[in-house]
C-alpha cells in the first residue's frame, strides 16, 4: 500500500476516533443512572408548618453597553460602544434570554429573585423555589438537588421558573450568536447557591401555619392575549395564603396565573422580571395611589407561578394595560406598562383575600407525587444544538432525555407541575382538529387535566424541573404544508418543541399520577 494512502487512512481514522468520542461526550448522561419515583401519602397531621424566603439573585457585575441605534443587538459597526468595567479590554456581558440572539443586559430595572416555599406535615418536607428565570434544565435542577444539605430534610425539591423575558441566559440558546453558548458559567453558580440558600432560609423559619384559598377565574383575561388560534387562556388566578397560627401574620402567598413575562418586549436591554416584579410587590406592600392606600398588602413573601402559556399566551405591543385605578391607557412597552399589569392582577388578589369567598383551611396532609419519564429529542434543530454546546444536556438513552412530572396537594387544594410551556386548550379543554395539520388525527389529549384535578383549587405551574419548550397538542402539530388557520409559515411552537409526541406523554404521565394521587 502506498505511504500517502496509509497516511490518508490513518488521519480518517484519527478523525473518526475524534468525532464519535466529542459525540459521546456532548450526548453523556449528567446523571446516570438518576431516577425520581416518589410516592408520599400522608399520615394523620395536626398542624402543617411552613415557612417562605426570598435571596436576590439579581448579577451584580457585568460590562454594560450603549445602544446606539436602539436595535437591541450589540455593534461596534453600529457605533454601540461598552463599559469595560473589570478593564480588560474586552466586552464580558449579561446575554438576556428571550427573543433574539446578541441581546447584552445594559443595566438593571428590578431585581431577580429565588423564592421558595418549604411545607412540612410532620411526615414530609416539600420545597417549592421559583426563580426569575426563562428556564432552569433538568440537569441543573438535580445538581442543586444533589447539593442540598441533608439536615434540612427536604423530601422532594420542585424549581420552577417563572419564565421571564428579560433574564441572563441560563439555558444557551441566546448567546451573541444562533452558534454560541450564551450562559454565564459564574452567574449559573451564583443562581445555584442563592436557591440553596433560599430552601435554607425557609427551612429555617418553618412554623405552625393555616392556609387561605381563592380562585378569580377571568377578571385577568384582558392582561393577557392568544397568539395562535384556538382561543382558549390560563387566565384564572389561584391564591394560596399561608398564615402564621401563632401571630395571625401572613407567612407568604402563592399566585398563579399563565401569561409569558414579556411585556416589556424585545427591545428591552434592561434586566428585569417584568410584571411579576410590581405583582409581588404590590401583593406584599399593598397599592397606593397618590398617597391613597387602596389595598392593603398582605405582607410576608409572594411567590408567582407562571401556569399554561404555551400558543402563546403573551402581552403583545398591541395589547393595551389599563391601570385599575388611574384609568390610563399604557400601550407602549416600558416600565409604566409593567407597572399597571402588575397593579391590576395585585388588586384582584388583594380583593380575593378580603372576600367572603375565601376557604381557610386550618390543618391538612401532604400527599406527593414525581416521576422522572423519558422524553423523544425529535427535534433536529435541538439536537445540533447539544452536539455543539448551545445546550449542554445529554442523553438518557437514545435520542431520549430524562425530564420530570410532579402532583401533590393540600387540603381543598391539588397542584401539577410540568417541565415546559404547555398549550392552555390541554389544561382547561379546546383541543381542535384544524385542516392542515400534520397528523389528521382526533386529539388525544383528553381529558384536559384540569378536569380531572380533586380539590376545589387547581394550580397548574408549567417550566418546574426543566425547562423543554413548548407542548403542542399532537393533534394541532403543524410543521408542513398546507398550515393549520390560513398560516403561510409554520407556527413558532413546533420550531421550539421537542416534538408531537411530547404532549400525548406527559398527558398520560400526569393523568397516572392524578390518579394514583386520588
Known amino acids: 500500500m502506498k505511504k500517502w494512502l496509509k497516511v490518508s487512512l490513518i488521519l480518517l481514522l484519527a478523525l473518526a476516533v475524534i468525532f464519535i468520542s466529542y459525540t459521546l461526550y456532548q450526548f453523556r448522561d449528567r446523571h446516570k443512572g438518576y431516577e425520581v419515583d416518589i410516592k408520599i401519602n400522608a399520615a394523620h397531621s395536626e398542624e402543617i408548618k411552613a415557612g417562605f424566603s426570598k435571596v436576590d439573585i439579581t448579577p451584580t457585575y457585568f460590562d454594560t453597553w450603549t445602544d446606539h441605534n436602539g436595535d437591541a443587538r450589540f455593534s461596534e459597526k453600529d457605533g454601540d460602544v461598552y463599559q469595560d468595567r473589570n478593564g480588560n479590554g474586552q466586552f464580558d456581558p449579561i446575554y438576556l434570554a428571550g427573543f433574539h440572539q446578541n441581546r447584552p443586559a445594559s443595566g438593571v430595572n428590578d431585581p431577580l429573585w429565588a423564592r421558595t416555599m418549604v411545607l412540612d406535615d410532620g411526615n414530609s418536607r416539600l420545597a417549592l423555589c421559583v426563580i426569575d428565570m426563562i428556564g432552569f434544565g433538568h440537569d441543573d435542577v438535580v445538581n442543586v438537588r444533589k447539593r442540598l444539605e441533608a439536615s434540612l430534610n427536604i423530601d422532594y425539591l420542585i424549581i420552577s421558573s417563572t419564565h421571564v423575558h428579560s433574564s441572563p441566559d441560563l439555558m444557551g440558546m441566546w448567546g451573541v450568536n444562533e452558534y454560541s453558548n450564551g450562559v454565564n458559567a459564574d452567574y449559573l453558580e451564583f443562581v445555584m447557591k442563592g436557591i440553596l440558600e433560599s430552601v435554607e432560609s425557609a427551612t429555617n423559619v418553618l412554623e405552625p401555619a393555616y392556609f387561605r384559598f381563592a380562585v378569580d377565574e377571568d377578571t385577568a383575561h384582558p392582561l393577557v392575549g392568544d397568539t395562535r388560534d384556538p382561543q382558549v387562556f390560563d387566565a384564572s388566578i389561584q391564591i394560596m395564603q399561608a398564615v402564621s397560627v401563632k401571630e395571625g401574620r401572613t407567612l407568604g402567598t402563592l399566585m398563579n396565573w399563565g401569561n409569558h413575562p414579556e411585556t416589556l418586549w424585545s427591545g428591552n436591554t434592561m434586566i428585569s422580571s417584568d410584571f411579576p416584579h410590581y405583582f409581588r410587590e404590590y401583593v406584599e406592600n399593598g397599592i397606593m395611589e397618590k398617597d391613597s392606600l387602596k389595598l392593603e398588602g398582605m405582607g410576608g413573601t409572594s411567590i408567582f407561578l407562571n401556569g399554561a402559556l404555551g400558543g402563546l399566551m403573551t402581552t403583545h405591543p398591541s395589547l393595551p394595560v389599563v391601570d385599575p385605578y388611574s384609568g390610563e391607557i399604557f400601550q407602549e412597552e416600558n416600565n409604566d406598562k409593567i407597572d399597571a399589569q402588575g397593579k391590576a392582577l ?61 402532583v401533590w396537594n393540600l387540603g381543598p387544594a391539588s397542584f401539577v407541575h410540568i417541565p415546559g410551556e404547555l398549550y392552555p386548550e390541554i389544561l382547561n379543554g379546546g383541543i381542535e382538529l384544524p385542516e392542515g395539520a400534520d397528523f389528521g388525527i382526533e386529539p388525544i389529549e383528553v381529558p384536559a387535566i384540569r378536569s380531572v384535578m380533586p380539590g376545589q383549587f387547581r394550580f397548574f405551574n408549567g417550566m418546574s424541573n426543566d425547562m423543554i419548550g413548548y407542548i403542542v397538542p399532537k393533534s394541532q402539530w403543524d410543521e408542513k404544508p398546507p398550515f393549520t388557520y390560513g398560516r403561510e409559515k409554520r407556527p413558532y411552537g413546533e420550531i421550539n418543541s421537542l416534538g408531537p409526541e411530547t404532549a400525548p406523554v406527559l398527558h398520560r404521565v400526569v393523568l397516572e399520577l392524578l390518579e394514583d394521587l386520588r
Open 346 to 406: 395585585a388588586k384582584i388578589v388583594l380583593e380575593k383575600l378580603i372576600s367572603d369567598s375565601v376557604v381557610e383551611v386550618k390543618n391538612g396532609n401532604l400527599n406527593i407525587r414525581a416521576k422522572s419519564i423519558e422524553l423523544s429529542l425529535d427535534n433536529k434543530l435541538f439536537r445540533l444544538a447539544a452536539w455543539i454546546g448551545i445546550f449542554k444536556r445529554g442523553l438518557s438513552s437514545w435520542w431520549k432525555i430524562r425530564s420530570e412530572v410532579a
